[in-house]
């Protein structure tokens, strides 16, 4: 299964806030790509961009698959979730007063996931087992870390292509900031999930992608084509490494 997802020229925005502007990024099948970028510089935009959230005003989004390529602008969120373009949101988005479990089914409404139900649940249990244990616990009570390992559990009962994820380390204490990374970096090694990761924490970023991109104001300010040229950029030693 080949996938490749190409963003060329993408600009967005809120009425007459400007939040992109001439956005272009490509991830290729396999690859774990990071968007980095701090507060308010359009990462959640983007993201929101490819899942059909926000309507770009211009530029293209294609999602080839085997071959077939796709426009996204234009697709509703529901039928990008059913190419396997699943995200995980900022902020978890949970259902609180809902099971672990009744959280993770609800992730599972691709229809084509709908049928794989049962063993993409027993994937999110291998994967997370604290999750199983803590099946019937109310997901509202559940520790921030926690809350994050059911979002990507949730997502990940789509049996996502691409897992777009969104600043997973909000809001996480330090180490389960690195639990968190590192479990999203294990579903790339082990099963070679493509994944798209804002993300602001630069140092935990560099752990687990192989290149990435920086947003500035709306605009990529900085791609780079492995990890040694992210860490050795003027820009991004500025910007994270305070330097
Ligand atoms: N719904 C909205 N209405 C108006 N402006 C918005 C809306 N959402 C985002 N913006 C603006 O668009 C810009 C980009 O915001 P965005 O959420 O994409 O940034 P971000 O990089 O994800 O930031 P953060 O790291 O804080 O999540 C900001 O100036 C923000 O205020
Ligand atoms: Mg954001």
Redesign the pocket.
């Known amino acids: 299964m080949a996938l490749e997802l190409k963003v060329e020229g993408v600009s967005a925005?809120?009425?007459a806030?400007r939040?992109l502007e001439g956005v272009s990024i490509h991830v290729k099948q396999g690859e774990t790509v990071a968007l980095l970028?701090?507060?308010?510089?359009?990462?959640?935009?983007?993201?929101?961009c490819l899942t059909g959230l926000v309507r770009p005003s211009a530029g293209k989004i294609t999602l080839t698959l085997d071959g077939v390529s796709h426009d996204l602008i234009g697709k509703g969120p529901q039928e990008i979730v059913d190419m396997g373009v699943v995200m995980v949101a900022?902020g978890r988005r949970l259902f609180p007063k809902l099971t672990v479990e009744e959280n993770l089914q609800l992730g599972a409404y691709r229809p084509a996931a709908r049928m794989e139900r049962e063993k993409n649940l027993e994937f999110c249990y291998e994967t997370f087992p604290v999750l199983r244990e803590r099946r019937r616990q109310l997901a509202g009570s559940m520790s921030g870390g926690q809350q994050q390992m059911v979002a990507i559990a949730r997502a990940l009962m789509s049996a996502p292509k691409l897992l777009l994820v969104?600043?997973p380390s909000?809001g996480l204490s330090p180490l389960l900031v690195s639990q968190t990374i590192e479990k999203i970096g294990e579903l790339n090694r082990k099963f070679g999930l493509t994944v798209l990761m804002?993300e602001?924490n630069f140092h935990q970023t560099i752990k687990i992608a192989h290149r990435g991109y920086v947003?500035v104001h709306?605009e990529i300010a900085f791609e780079s084509k492995d990890i040694a040229e992210l860490e050795n950029n003027e820009m991004v030693k500025n910007l994270y490494l305070g330097a």
């Open positions: 925005g809120y009425g806030v939040a970028g701090t507060n308010g510089n359009g990462k959640s935009t983007l993201m929101k900022e969104d600043e909000v804002a602001q947003l709306g």
